[in-house]
Antibody, heavy 119, light 108 residues
Framework: QVQLQESGPGLVKPSQTLSLTCTVS??????????WSWVRQPAGKGLEWIGR???????SYNPSLKSRVTISVESSKNQFSLNVSSVTAADTATYYC???????????WGKGTTVTVAS | SYVLTQSPSVSVAPGQTARITCGGD??????VHWYQQQPGQAPVLVVY???DRPSGIPERFSGSNSGNTATLTISRVEAGDEADYYC???????????FGGGTKLTVL
């Protein structure tokens, strides 16, 4: 059974880059047919899709974040990562990684990690 | 980009049926997924591809999708069903994923 675990700093300074990693266990990040995704949720608000990456490396990003977001895969470590540059307080949220099926059905989620942007 | 519209809240008495709707332009032509999120926890997929259930999800959860509205139906509502529910689609034309704003289900 595939499990996901987010990791990374809980506090990031404004204008810096937020970097998170999602470690995949019980399966391979290189297995075909799946997308590896990031979703975030500000406290008390709804879910926001950030973007996803296919095993081939093909990516797709939320247009509202596209200029600041990069998602990549590290197959040798069975991980995938999220970078968000030039962060502001508006990027403060709980960040979830997930595995999507071909129609974006997200059957597997990490527990989430909270990131605060503050000086 | 594609927009999904959900009512902010729905209330239902225990044992009754809750219906949570998700509106979108011609949403009936695309697959809709539904997630349940309990406070402080990650979302859980409860219905995918309009009306399929992942293993472990009770049959009380079902979905339908037609025209401009998709619906998540929860039969014989229990106190433990009280949660936020989100609909989600993949817009294949833009290759973007979209979530609805969420509906808070209150069990009276």
């Amino acid at each position: 059974q595939v499990q996901l675990q987010e990791s990374g700093p809980g506090l990031v300074k404004p204008s810096q880059t937020l970097s998170l990693t999602c470690t995949v266990s019980g399966g391979s990040v290189s297995s075909g047919g799946n997308f590896w995704s990031w979703v975030r949720q500000p406290a008390g608000k709804g879910l926001e899709w950030i973007g996803r990456i296919y095993t081939s490396g093909l990516t797709s990003y939320n247009p509202s974040l596209k200029s600041r977001v990069t998602i990549s895969v590290e197959s040798s470590k069975n991980q995938f990562s999220l970078n968000v540059s030039s962060v502001t307080a508006a990027d403060t949220a709980t960040y979830y990684c997930g595995r999507e099926g071909i129609r974006a059905d997200m059957h597997v989620w990490g527990k989430g990690t909270t990131v605060t942007v503050a000086s | 980009s594609y927009v999904l519209t959900q009512s902010p809240s729905v209330s239902v008495a225990p044992g009754q049926t809750a219906r949570i709707t998700c509106g979108g332009d011609n949403i009936g032509s695309i697959s809709v997924h539904w997630y349940q999120q309990q406070p402080g926890q990650a979302p859980v997929l409860v219905v995918y591809d309009d009306n399929d259930r992942p293993s472990g999800i009770p049959e009380r959860f079902s979905g339908s999708n037609s025209g401009n509205t998709a619906t998540l139906t929860i039969s014989r509502v229990e106190a433990g069903d009280e949660a936020d529910y989100y609909c989600q689609v993949w817009d294949r034309y833009s290759d973007h994923v979209v979530f609805g704003g969420g509906t808070k289900l209150t069990v009276l």
